[in-house]
């Protein structure tokens, strides 16, 4: 009975307390609207209307909520092992770009081969692009937080490389692109939507690390060495392997992201591909507290603030980037909301160990040895 309640309070406050920073975030986002002389809770109901105002609107968040809950993964994975990546924007980059080559280079192939050929090309590229995040980390003791960061760095200049050289389409003028991926290659919509089936990737994705994380053996060694990595090797836990593993695994899902982009929204590989998805997932992960099936429902909602981001400039003036205001303000005040937990009176288990009494003042207490 004990440890039901415990679970229970355990439970309620990992859930009250990202949404009440959620709730002070749009308190300072709503400041932020006033002092540029914006109405706030006009702003709020106009991203409320961009995001999940109708169906049309909320297609567009399902759009953007796909990439998000696989590149979320990247950070949401490894944090199972004690391990802070942040290299989801270039794993995604790096994923489009193997998909793209992968493509071009089958493009007379059937399309579902040639589907198949993409997804396999991007899991591999951003699983091996975060694998070298986790060598670096395990044989080097490099920070694996700064190498994921600098990556990132390098995926985009090899992006500008390749989409600039020997992948670039000479008919693109005004914007530098790869060669197209052929119309019958691309990833279709699920019918009667124009949501792509990337959505479909990102919630078998979530579901499948959800279940490897908490219901297999191979979960619950990482788990044990994410909490305790010497009581782990003490135990004979191949921790060398698990983080490898860990890490190509949570690449290979912003990789997949990636692959997500060019095969269904963009059909090649230019600049937009580096739309900070990547960045967003690492705030959809700390969110979400680094659970997989939390993550699909983050992703979903911060999709839709990232969809409202025309809607803001063109009926209230505010630059488009206003959202990533938004979007910033909420990832410190998550950061800062990790120092909460376990430290709220309400959310602790109260003691059952009766009150010890104070020694009477008539009888001199005796000290124990």
């Not at 990595?229 to 290979?252: D, Y």
């Amino acid at each position: 009975m004990m440890i039901n309640r415990q679970n229970w309070r355990t439970t309620l406050e990992a859930v009250c307390i990202p949404i009440a920073a959620i709730l002070f975030s749009l308190v300072l986002f709503g400041i932020f609207c006033a002092a540029a002389g914006s109405n706030p809770f006009a702003v709020y109901a106009s991203i409320y209307k961009a995001a999940f105002g109708s169906w049309h609107s909320f297609q567009n968040t399902l759009i953007r909520a796909a990439p998000l809950m696989l590149s979320s993964l990247c950070t949401a994975l490894p944090a199972r092992l004690g391990l802070v990546i942040i290299g989801n924007e270039g794993a995604l980059v790096v994923g489009g770009l193997g998909a793209v080559a992968a493509g071009l280079a089958l493009s007379s192939a059937p399309p579902t081969l040639v589907q198949m050929a993409m997804a396999l090309a991007g899991i591999v590229c951003g699983g091996l692009w975060i694998g070298a995040v986790g060598a670096l980390r395990y044989y080097r003791a490099v920070n694996e937080t700064i190498s994921s960061l600098l990556l990132n760095y390098i995926a985009i200049a090899l992006l500008n490389h390749l989409v600039g050289g020997v992948m670039r389409d000479p008919s693109s003028v005004n914007k530098i692109s790869s060669y197209p991926i052929p119309d019958v290659n691309m990833l279709g919509n699920i019918p009667g939507t124009r949501v792509h089936y990337g959505l479909i990737y990102g919630l078998v994705a979530c579901a499948i690390a959800y279940f490897l994380i908490q219901r297999t053996t191979f979960g619950f060694a990482a788990r044990t060495a994410g909490g305790n990595i010497r009581a782990a090797r003490i135990a004979g836990l191949p921790v060398g392997k698990l983080t490898m593993a860990i890490c190509f695994l949570a690449g290979s899902c912003a990789g997949l992201a990636g692959m997500v982009e060019v095969a269904a929204v963009h059909g090649r590989a230019n600049e937009s591909l580096n739309a900070n998805y990547g960045y967003s997932g690492i705030l959809v992960a700390f969110i979400a507290r680094h659970n997989p099936l939390a993550a699909t429902i983050v992703a979903i909602l911060l999709g839709g603030i990232l969809a409202s981001g025309g809607i803001l400039q063109r009926a209230h003036g505010l630059p488009d980037a206003t959202v990533l205001v938004f979007q910033g303000l909420v990832f410190l005040v998550v950061l800062y909301s990790e120092s909460l937990y376990g430290r709220l009176p309400f959310f602790k288990e109260p003691s059952t160990d009766s009150p010890q009494q104070p020694p009477s003042s008539e009888q001199p207490s005796v000290a124990t040895v």
